[in-house]
């Protein structure tokens, strides 16, 4: 790397509207080499920089299995995301990474798999179900459980369908307030739990999504005899370098851009400040 | 044959010296500002360059972290982004440093090395040579000794000067320190017995100057790295914190960055790099106006553990304080670093009163 | 600024100059739209259309600024009282600090503007009457901080729990509805004491928290007075500080030292625009308009007979004048309806703008003359205690950006001004001359590092005030008073008072605004927040079911409005504070009043 916080130009291919205030990019670098070069592992992330308003991390939606190119999705918030989404197909960004750890997906393998998933939290684990599926053989079954506050804040509406056309895949969604044309469940994550049968001796269980959602699902998920290290999340803070240099990440002596965002939740227990 | 590394140089030919680097290399040393304060500064001539001196307010950290640098213009050209990184390669000595602040300096470069390595930082500090001025008599509020960081200096210069009167004792650090001296290399002699004597006679009297006091810096760590700090102690001390920022301004290890781009105009736009602050409550402010670290008490107790816990020693192998004393002469309030260290070994504040 | 040196803010504020969003040249209003031109073009329509107004007898006036150097004050009145020949010169916020000023000036507290700060860090007890100092004036809350440090005590009185409060021995919160109500009763408390003259068996048991402050001022040697800008309505203020100076008179004749009583000014200059005579009812010096020596000094330095009217304030100029010249400054965030302000500007036939950065004001201007920012221009400020401090410049200002004394002095010229000072020495000098206190600066203590501090201001001085009919007004309710906190369910129908919070200008300045890392501080991080807050004590919250950041409904007899809530621990209930930075976004409730009556529920 010729300089650790030199963004990269990319190209918006594609937008899609996923709900009023989200949207999914799918972006390529303009440089074919550093195209060609660029290897990831679901949940790790990008720096995405606008031109003159700054750059922000977002983790990587798309799965490595799909080719070079690759997608985040963004939910406006701010400054930057706020330009972002003036932008469009042909416009050019500034990439930079991909940062942190991501998942351990070889860990994954021959296991049963449970994402769970509020909100904005399903693209870092959208990566991950796109890599499974595209090496289906190799993991047990799936259980994909995602909520939103409301029938359109739900992301992915159309490759949830498509993913529960997968073979031994289960799939249950539902929302906080329901809205017209919803006629599924209603409630908050966690009452998807009475909906589908889980082993914890065999799985594996990606939770994903707002801070107190997180919270009330690990405890269910603990309650219902996951083991702590088998109960697999991911961090936010605020990130500047995502690189472990400007400390805005850090909690106690992690860095969450370097040794984080994704850690277990006995390594999230045992962190303090 | 090999040069051997402590030379001598007479007072009354330093100057001749500094005028063979002003030669060839930028100089950067303590000097008197317009307003009559201290600081360091580029100079011109050998006569700007003080001896005597109190330690500027402002570290020398600037030179290897500017406060704002400009790390890449972004110019749209024909419809298309050009990223141009900003390319600086100046040479330049760094003059009559402090121990503290060069062993500040070796900090940062450390940091900056390591894990991933920041290669703009890297080439700065390989393009900077620091030069020492052993603290022979050291200042007021310093408690370098206490963090390994003076008064004088076993490795973190390049060339190290003692003051003995008529003539400076020369210790050679590394190359580049060895290159410096090598610009006027007739100017040095070899040391004898007698000025080695005289430099060490000199280190002891300066470490005399501390008496056996010292703020024990490890026993603090250890209740800071176990837990042992009561969160009630934080919230004590810091209603007498005024959350200015000052303490990581001035510090010559602080190191927090924030990354911003200047508002754009005719397509173009400046990636900059900025000094930030772990003290303000914003530091942690995410877009989504989620905030984990509200609390006063909580920013107090992440900048001390950053500072001074066992697991940031363990990561860089140095206590990320010098012992400069600059946060006790800038505090707004009572929340210096040897004031704090004091109430977390004792588990008690009393307002800074004892230090009153 | 203090003593010569910036602390951390000053340090990040010079960033501001490259951040933000600037005039890079001249411009002028063509056609509806700003566009640019040279600064003789500029200087000349600005010129052209100021006299034409000044000689059809239409009025005109000047804003100077606490945000500006005393040299660019100094000459902005000049700009009024020679040039324009008018007394309409103000700034903004001069007021609030004036209200405090106008109760104080008085022998008990005669020379406290020498060395305030000092003698405040040696007081064995202060009496701060604060909004937050350790946001508002974080070089006094230092000085107090030092007090504590040395043994002293703190009395703090103030709408909620400030960090200062924290460290009082003794707190009295002050009511929203009659807010000067327990300055009266401390007052009164302390006479009935020093009658009595057994301050210790006050301070007993049963005690009650105004009679425990006035018994440790009772038994304290050398007490201190802090008074910020609490409240933004200029009636509670002016009684405030005469309760506050009839207490220092209380206790110096009680036989202790004279009292320190500190006033706070809002902004880094105000003292300085003030001494400049930036004030429509003063001459530089702070004369009265009648004085003959100060008429003397300002013919000789000005070479003309200017005009020695009285004018306007900040706040009638902008409603009633037909040209206006703004100095660094912007209307919106000194005015009381900011709406108003903008609209008010909008209608001017000639607004001419000496302004650093863009703002509001300056969208508004005709004429937009861009100076130097901080850090690029050089000059002198006077700090709240008088001290008299060089600001050097640090850096040139890009493009043709000029000096702001420069692009001042070429506007005075482009008028055919009698006085045009050619340079900023020339300058020093005529303000050296103008007013004699800082004429008694020796030139070299000015460049000393820490600046050189005012002997006796020459402030004209007022008798003191009559407690008894201070207390009076004390007991005045503002607005109607908040129903009793009902102890059940019925929170959503029941009566709140609205009130405005004291004034806070801080985290509005461009320099904090325009600075990546400053405007990200605590003390402007509330203006981040775009919708607005009202402050709102957390059992009141609990009560009503909301959490901090959710948005309540407002109603009040003369409109609606959905706002978000910051709680605030130890914060009377049953009452919804402005903050000043978010005055606009509640005007349409209060109307002009100052506290109104509401309803709230959770939207």
């Known amino acids: 790397m010729p300089n650790l916080l030199l963004p990269s130009v990319a190209t918006i291919l594609t937008q899609r509207d996923e709900t009023p205030d989200v949207r999914t990019y799918a972006l390529r670098f303009r440089d074919p080499d550093e195209r060609a070069g660029f290897a990831f592992t679901p949940g790790q992330f990008l720096e995405l920089s606008v031109f003159g308003f700054g750059e922000a991390p977002f983790c990587l939606a798309s799965s490595p299995t799909r080719g070079p190119d690759v997608e985040v999705t963004v939910r406006r918030c701010g400054r930057l995301t706020d330009a972002l989404h003036t932008l469009g197909p042909g416009d050019e960004v500034g990439l930079r990474g991909p940062c942190g750890n991501g998942f351990d997906v070889d860990a994954a393998r021959g296991k049963d798999l449970v994402f769970v998933a509020g909100g904005i939290g399903l693209p870092p684990l959208r990566s991950l179900i796109w890599n499974v599926f595209d090496r289906r053989r190799e993991f047990g079954r799936v259980t994909i459980l995602y909520g939103a506050r409301t029938p359109s804040d739900l992301v992915y509406k159309d490759e949830l369908r498509d993913w529960e056309r997968q073979a031994d895949v289960t799939v249950r969604v539902t929302v906080d307030r329901t809205g017209p044309g919803w006629d599924g469940t209603v409630g908050m994550v966690p009452v998807l739990f009475d909906h589908v049968e889980l082993n914890a001796a065999t799985s594996l269980a990606y939770v994903c999504g707002p801070p107190i959602m997180i919270k009330f699902v690990v405890q269910d998920l603990l309650k219902r005899g996951f083991a702590a290290e088998h109960v697999i999340s991911t961090l936010e803070r605020m990130m500047q370098c995502g690189v472990g240099k400007c400390n805005h990440c850090c909690v106690g002596h992690r860095y969450l851009c370097r040794d984080g965002p994704v850690f277990n939740v006995r390594e999230i227990t045992e962190m303090w400040e | 044959m090999e040069r051997s590394a402590t030379r001598v140089i007479a007072r009354s030919d330093v100057n001749e010296w500094l005028a063979h680097i002003l030669h060839h290399r930028d100089v950067i040393a303590p000097t008197r500002s317009p307003g009559g304060d201290t600081m360091f500064a580029p100079i011109t001539s050998p006569d700007d360059v003080l001896w005597d001196f109190e330690n500027p307010l402002a570290p020398p950290k600037q030179f290897l972290l500017p406060q704002t640098e400009p790390l890449a213009h972004f110019r749209r050209i024909d419809g298309h982004m050009h990223v141009e990184p900003v390319a600086e390669q100046r040479e330049r000595v760094l003059f009559n440093v402090r121990s503290c602040d060069a062993s500040a300096l070796a900090f940062l470069r450390e940091t900056y090395a390591r894990d991933l390595a920041d290669d703009v930082v890297e080439r700065r500090a390989a393009s900077l040579t620091v030069v020492t001025l052993a603290c022979s008599v050291p200042c007021e509020l310093g408690f370098c000794v206490c963090t390994d960081a003076g008064p004088f200096l076993r490795r973190d210069f390049d060339v190290q000067l003692t003051d003995l009167g008529d003539a400076f004792f020369v210790e050679v650090g590394t190359d580049k320190g060895r290159a410096l001296v090598g610009l006027a290399d007739a100017l040095f002699q070899d040391a004898a017995s007698d000025d080695q004597a005289r430099r060490d006679a000199s280190e002891l009297a300066a470490r005399a100057h501390f008496g056996g006091e010292t703020c024990h810096f490890g026993s603090a760590m250890r209740r800071i790295s176990t837990k042992r700090v009561a969160d009630e102690l934080w919230e004590s001390m810091s209603a007498w914190c005024l959350d200015c920022g000052g303490c990581t301004h001035v510090c010559p290890t602080c190191y927090c960055f924030s990354v911003s781009d200047t508002p754009p105009a005719d397509g173009c736009s400046t990636r900059c790099r900025l000094w930030d602050s772990c003290q303000y409550s914003a530091f942690t402010l995410e877009a989504t106006g989620h905030n984990p670290r509200t609390a006063h008490g909580e920013r107090m107790k992440r900048r001390f553990h950053h500072k001074a816990s066992a697991q940031y020693f363990q990561r860089d192998g140095r206590v990320g304080c010098v012992g400069c004393g600059r946060c006790v002469k800038v505090c707004m309030g009572t929340t210096d670093m040897p004031t704090v260290i004091a109430a977390i070994r004792h588990g008690t504040w009393d307002g800074g009163r004892a230090h009153a | ?603």
Request: hydrophobic fraction near 45%.
């Open chain 3, 1 to 603: 600024m203090s003593e010569g040196r910036l602390c951390e803010r000053g340090w990040a504020a010079h960033d501001a100059a490259r951040w933000g969003a600037r005039f890079h040249e001249p411009h002028i209003r063509e056609h509806g739209v700003l566009r640019p031109a040279s600064w003789d073009e500029a200087l000349g329509v600005a010129a052209k259309s100021l006299r034409s107004l000044r000689d059809r007898g239409r009025p005109v006036g000047v804003l100077g600024s606490g945000r500006a150097s005393n040299e660019e004050n100094f000459l902005a009145v000049a700009l009024a009282r020679v040039a324009l020949h008018t007394g309409n010169v103000d700034a903004g916020l001069r007021r609030c600090y004036e209200d405090l000023l106008a109760a104080l000036e008085q022998p008990a507290a005669a020379a406290d503007r020498e060395d305030g700060i000092r003698r405040l860090e040696r007081s064995d007890v202060i009496v701060l009457i604060e909004g937050d100092l350790t946001t508002s004036h974080p070089r006094v809350a230092m000085g107090v901080l030092r007090a504590l440090r040395r043994g002293g005590r703190l009395i703090t009185a103030g709408w909620s729990r400030t960090q200062m409060s924290r460290l009082a021995t003794v707190h009295l919160p002050l009511s929203a509805a009659m807010p000067v109500s327990t300055l009266a009763a401390l007052q009164q408390a302390f006479t009935e004491l020093a009658a009595r003259g057994d301050a210790v068996s006050a301070g007993g048991g049963g005690a009650s928290a105004v009679e425990r402050a006035a018994s440790i001022v009772a038994e304290s040697r050398r007490v201190a007075f802090v008074l910020t800008p609490f409240d933004a309505d200029s009636v509670v203020l002016r009684t405030a500080a005469s309760l506050i100076a009839a207490l220092a008179d209380d206790v110096a004749a009680a036989g202790g030292t004279p009292p320190l009583v500190l006033p706070l000014p809002v902004r880094a200059n105000t003292c300085g625009a003030f001494d400049m005579g930036v004030a429509p009812h003063l001459l530089p010096g702070r004369r009265s308009l009648e004085d003959h020596d100060a008429r003397d000094r300002l013919r000789a330095v000005w070479g003309t007979e200017p005009c020695w009217s009285g004018g306007l304030s900040a706040e009638e100029m902008i409603d009633s004048v037909s040209g206006l010249v703004v100095l660094a400054d912007d209307v919106t965030e000194f005015h009381r309806r900011p709406d108003r302000a903008v609209a008010a500007l909008q209608s001017l036939d000639t607004l001419v703008v000496f302004d650093s950065f863009v703002t509001p004001t300056t969208k508004a201007a005709h004429v937009v003359l861009p100076i130097a920012a901080f850090g690029e221009t050089a000059g002198t400020i006077t700090s709240l205690e008088g001290r008299v401090q060089r600001w050097r410049s640090a850096a040139d200002a890009p493009h043709s950006i000029r000096p702001g004394w420069r692009a001042l002095r070429d506007l005075l010229d482009a008028l055919g001004a009698t006085y045009a000072p050619q340079s900023l020495d020339v300058l020093l000098r005529d303000i050296w001359t103008a007013v004699p206190s800082y004429g008694a600066i020796a030139p070299a203590a000015l460049d000393a590092a820490g600046g050189a501090v005012l002997e006796d201001s020459g402030a004209p001085r007022r008798a003191t005030p009559v407690a008894d009919a201070m207390r009076r007004t004390a007991s005045r309710r503002v607005g109607a008073a908040p129903a009793e906190a009902p102890s059940d369910a019925t929170a959503d129908a029941m009566r709140w008072l609205l009130r405005g919070e004291g004034v806070f200008d801080w985290g509005d300045d461009p320099l904090v605004t325009s600075s990546p890392i400053l405007r990200r501080t605590p003390a402007s991080e509330r203006k981040l927040r775009p919708t607005g807050v009202v402050m709102m004590s957390t059992d009141d919250a609990e009560r009503l079911g909301v959490r901090d950041g959710w948005t309540i409904r407002v109603r009040s007899r003369s409109g609606e409005a959905h706002v978000a809530v910051s709680l605030r621990a130890g914060q009377e209930r049953g009452v919804l504070f402005v903050p000043f930075a978010y005055r606009d976004r509640l005007s349409a409730l209060s109307g002009d009043g100052g506290a109104v009556e509401v309803e709230v529920s959770r939207a």
